[in-house]
C-alpha cells in the first residue's frame, strides 16, 4: 500500500492527503474560451437571436385571457386551453372539442405554437430513462431527460442552450453559450414529458407503484445555469407550482434550482417565496483548486457561495444540498472532505446535505470518476463530521444522459 503523503496545499492548511496526486483542472478534447485577459470566458447575457413565438406558457393568466380577448374570444376560454395544455397535455386541436369548431386550428395555432422538435430519443435501463433532444424554432438544440424512480417521475431540464459558465468537465460548456431559453421552452420540456408518460412510453412501472403518471420531480441540472436565466427559470417555476388550470399544479418542494455559484441571484431566489429545493453545484472546497475547476469562482468566492447557501435555509428553512462530482485525483482527496466538512459545520448544523456524484466521464476526456474506495473515504469523513452525506445515482450515463454529458449533438440526427 502507498503510504500517505503530505498534498502541497494540505501541507500548508496542517492537513494530510492519503490519496497520491493532484491533478489540475484542464479542458480535454476540446479548446476551452478565454477572455482578453486570458482567462476561462464567462458569458451572463444571452446572445441576440429571434425570439420564439410568443406561447400560453409564457403569460400570467390574466394575460392569457387579455390576449382571448384581443383575438375577439370570450376570456373563460383561455382557461379551457391552458387545461388541454396543462393537464391533458396536448396541444393538438383536434382533441380539444369544448372550443368552438369554426376557428379552433387557428385559435390553438396563435396560443400553442410549436416550440420543440423532437429530433432524437434514447432509452436506457430498461426504458426507464430517456434522454430527448429538442430542436428549437432557430435550430437551437437542447436536451432533457426523463428518469422513472420508485414512487416519483422526475425531469432533467434545460434552462439554456449551451451554457456560459465554461467549466473544463461539463460537456454542456463545450460550445459556449447559445441563448436562454423562453419561459413556454422550460415549461414545453415538462408538458412533452408527460404526454410521453400518459402515451405509456416510459418504462418502468411497477405493480406496487401507485403514483401518479405524470412528472412529479424537476431538477434545473440539465443544460444551463439557471440563475443567469434568472427570471424566466422564475416565471417558469410559478407556472409549474401554479394549481391547475392556471398551471402544472407540482409542488414546489419537488422542484430543484441548482447554480455553480451566481451569489446575488441566490439571494434572490431566496426573496421569491416558493420553497424549492436549492442545490449548490460546489465540487471544491478550497479556492485554489475552485477557481480553475469553476470559473465563475473568480466572481464569488467559496466562502461567499456558502454563506448564500446558508442565506437560503435561513431564509426558506429548505435544506441545502451540496453537489460535489468526485473526480479521480483532483478534488476527491481525504483533506478536502474534511475542508468541505469544516466550512459546513461553520455556518451550523442540520442546513445542508451532501450529494458526491461520481463523475460522469464525457467523450476526448481523459478524466474520469474517483475510485470506489476514495469515495467511500470521502464520504465516511463527512459523515464522522456530523454532515449527512448520499453518494448520488447516476443514471443515464450509457446514453449520455447524466450530469455534466448534455451537449445536445445532433450527429446523425433527421432534420
Not at 442552450?161 to 422550460?186: D, K
Not at 444522459?401 to 449533438?409: D, K
Request: proline share 7%; net charge neutral; charged share 25%.
Amino acid at each position: 500500500m502507498t503510504p500517505p503523503r503530505t498534498d502541497p496545499t494540505a501541507a500548508r492548511d496542517g492537513i494530510r492527503s492519503t490519496t497520491p496526486r493532484q491533478v489540475r483542472p484542464a479542458a480535454e478534447g476540446w479548446t476551452q474560451k478565454l477572455d482578453t485577459d486570458g482567462r476561462p470566458l464567462l458569458q451572463f447575457a444571452s446572445p441576440k437571436r429571434g425570439k420564439p413565438p410568443e406561447h400560453l406558457a409564457d403569460f400570467t393568466p390574466e394575460q392569457r385571457a387579455a390576449r382571448l380577448v384581443e383575438l375577439g374570444m370570450p376570456a373563460f376560454r383561455a382557461k379551457q386551453i391552458a387545461t388541454h395544455y396543462f393537464t391533458h397535455s396536448t396541444s393538438d386541436p383536434a382533441e380539444m372539442t369544448d372550443l368552438p369548431a369554426a376557428n379552433r386550428a387557428e385559435l390553438v395555432a396563435g396560443l400553442l405554437p410549436p416550440l420543440l422538435t423532437e429530433l432524437r430519443r434514447l432509452e436506457t435501463d430498461k426504458g426507464d430513462t430517456i434522454k430527448f433532444l429538442w430542436k428549437l424554432h432557430d435550430g437551437a438544440l437542447v436536451e432533457s431527460v426523463l428518469m422513472r424512480y420508485p414512487g416519483r417521475i422526475t425531469l432533467c431540464i434545460s434552462s439554456q442552450a449551451g451554457c456560459g459558465m465554461n467549466c473544463p468537465f461539463c460537456a454542456t460548456g463545450q460550445a459556449g453559450l447559445t441563448r436562454n431559453l423562453s419561459t413556454a421552452e422550460i415549461v414545453d420540456q415538462i408538458v412533452r414529458a408527460n404526454r410521453v408518460i400518459a402515451d405509456g412510453q416510459l418504462g418502468g412501472k411497477k405493480k406496487t407503484d401507485h403514483s401518479q403518471e405524470r412528472v412529479s420531480n424537476i431538477v434545473f441540472m440539465g443544460m444551463g445555469e439557471p440563475l443567469a436565466n434568472y427570471a424566466r427559470v422564475m416565471q417558469a417555476v410559478r407556472t409549474m407550482v401554479a394549481p391547475a388550470p392556471d398551471g402544472l399544479g407540482m409542488s414546489a418542494r419537488g422542484i430543484t434550482v441548482s447554480t455553480v455559484g451566481l451569489a446575488p441571484a441566490i439571494g434572490k431566489l431566496a426573496a421569491e417565496g416558493i420553497p424549492v429545493t436549492f442545490a449548490l453545484s460546489l465540487h471544491a472546497p478550497d479556492d485554489e483548486l475552485r477557481d480553475e475547476l469553476i470559473p465563475v469562482n473568480s466572481r464569488w468566492k467559496v466562502d461567499e457561495v456558502l454563506d448564500a447557501a446558508r442565506a437560503y435555509f435561513d431564509a426558506t428553512k429548505r435544506r441545502v444540498s451540496i453537489e460535489y462530482a468526485l473526480i479521480k485525483d483532483m478534488n476527491d482527496h481525504g483533506w478536502r472532505a474534511d475542508l468541505l466538512g469544516e466550512k459546513l459545520n461553520a455556518r451550523g448544523r442540520g442546513w445542508v446535505h451532501v450529494n458526491p456524484i461520481p463523475l460522469n466521464p464525457t467523450p476526448g476526456s481523459i478524466w474520469t470518476a474517483s475510485e470506489p474506495e476514495v469515495q467511500r473515504e470521502f464520504v465516511r469523513r463527512l459523515e464522522a463530521m456530523g454532515v449527512p452525506t448520499t453518494i448520488r445515482d447516476t443514471r443515464g450515463k450509457e446514453i449520455d444522459g447524466a450530469c455534466g454529458q448534455l451537449a445536445a449533438a445532433d450527429e446523425d440526427a433527421p432534420a
